[in-house]
């Protein structure tokens, strides 16, 4: 994405998404940061921001399309996400529910409601987790995100197959292991590492490679 693109980011308002928000900026795209609370960060480099949307409801996906209403979009990034934890035993399944809505069907409402915003060329990527890799899992636990990223992964997919012929290109894409508050800051690149590597597998998206599944750093990562 370059000049005059519109680039759409949720959760745009810390971590990743801030900075995915100031990378596209950077580059003179239009950038539309849409989340439950703006910050003056992200005021200081969104074109456009329209907060106050929960994207889990009926209503905070409607109030999205209405706010968008007349754009195009160049780039979807879902980029909103929850992470906690379960252990065998003690397993919370409202966590799980939540964590399910917030991961999973959210980006999905998100894509349905606005795919038909986005041309031919355009672009949409879903900021996954290799945590939702059944073939990576080696170390148990993490019930519901696990699941919400397996299941948007799944999603993913779908949405590639059923947008490749409106040449829409969709990506699943595993931001790293980042230094954000979900993850008390304790991660091993910082968010502004992990954005320009996204960046870099969003520019490298193509109908070719639609619908696979990639680290930030370029590794393809296995279902």
């Given amino acids: 994405m370059s000049d005059n693109s519109t680039v759409v980011i949720t959760g745009a308002n810390r971590g990743i998404g801030l900075e995915l928000a100031r990378l596209y900026a950077s580059r003179g795209c239009s950038v539309i940061g849409v989340c439950r609370e703006a910050s003056p960060e992200l005021e200081e480099v969104a074109a456009r921001i329209i907060d106050r ?12 399309v209405a706010g968008l209403e007349g754009e195009r979009i160049d780039l979807l990034i879902n980029n909103a996400g929850l992470l906690q934890d379960e252990k065998l035993g003690s397993i919370d399944f409202d966590s799980i529910r939540t964590q399910m809505e917030i991961n999973a069907y959210a980006p999905l409402r998100v894509a349905e409601a606005l795919f038909e915003k986005i041309p031919s060329g355009g672009k949409i990527a879903n900021i996954t987790s290799r945590m939702g890799s059944i073939a990576d899992n080696d170390s148990g636990g993490r019930y519901g995100y696990r699941a919400s990223k397996a299941a948007l992964n799944a999603f993913g997919k779908s949405l590639a ?63």
């Fill in 53 to 64: 949307v929960d994207v889990t409801t009926d209503e905070g996906v409607t109030k999205l």
């Fill in 161 to 223: 197959m059923d947008l490749k012929p409106r040449s829409i290109a969709v990506a699943q894409l595993h931001p790293g292991y980042v230094q954000t508050r979900m993850v008390n800051f304790g991660g091993l690149i910082t968010p502004e590492e992990s954005a320009k590597g996204l960046a870099e597998r969003i520019d490298g998206l193509t109908l070719e490679n639609t619908g696979t599944f990639w680290h930030s750093n370029g590794d393809e990562l296995p279902w």
